[in-house]
């Protein structure tokens, strides 16, 4: 379903494959009960995706945010032109995140300073991840924000999946 790839100096989580739509709502997930009122329901912001973001990387474990001193995480809708074009996208639907910077592995005590490392997550795609997936969304908003961190420290997939288990992703 996700393919991590890197071009340039960025690493990005990249959506590749669709299941057909399926309409599944369960009692307490998301308050998606059968009794809720649709009228007022609006898709989350830029600022409510800020807000699961920070709530996602509070629930990391302690030793992984400690490592993570200086990182910048940005939520938009959308990748702008210039990544669009240089990670080749068919449709700025298919990255959920992108890391941008020098990841602690390529990192050298002889290089001068550099800008800020950020992690990007964009709003719109995830939302349109979740409404093709079965997935809650604050779990979705965990999976990409962990892995694109988790790049940024040249962490393997299973160090990412046990960091998402600890933060109750799983």
């Known amino acids: 379903l996700f393919f991590v790839e890197r071009v340039g100096g960025h690493w990005g989580v990249r959506c590749v494959a669709r299941r057909p739509r399926r309409m599944r709502i369960r ?3 998301m308050t998606m009960g059968s009794d809720m009122d649709w009228d007022n329901v609006r898709a989350p912001s830029l600022a409510d995706f800020e ?3 920070d709530e996602a990387f509070a629930r990391l474990p302690e030793s992984f945010r400690a490592r ?3 990182l910048i995480i940005r939520v938009e809708d959308f990748p702008d032109d210039e990544i669009a074009a240089e990670m080749e996208l068919e449709s700025p639907f298919e990255l959920l995140g992108l890391y941008q910077g020098i ?3 390529e990192r050298s005590v002889m290089e001068p300073v550099h800008m800020p490392d950020m992690v990007f997550l ?3 795609p995830m939302l349109d991840y ?3 997936y079965d997935e809650p969304l604050g779990g979705l908003v965990t999976h990409v924000l ?3 961190i988790g790049h940024h420290m040249g962490l393997s997939d299973d ?3 046990a960091i998402e288990e600890a933060a109750g992703r799983g």
């Open 122 to 124: 964009y709003r719109r």
């Open 68 to 70: 993570c001193e200086g």
């Open 27 to 29: 009692d307490g997930d």
């Open 159 to 161: 160090d990412m999946h």
């Open 51 to 53: 807000r699961i973001a």
């Open 130 to 132: 979740w409404a093709e």
């Open 146 to 148: 962990v892995h694109e």
């Open 103 to 105: 990841s602690h592995v």
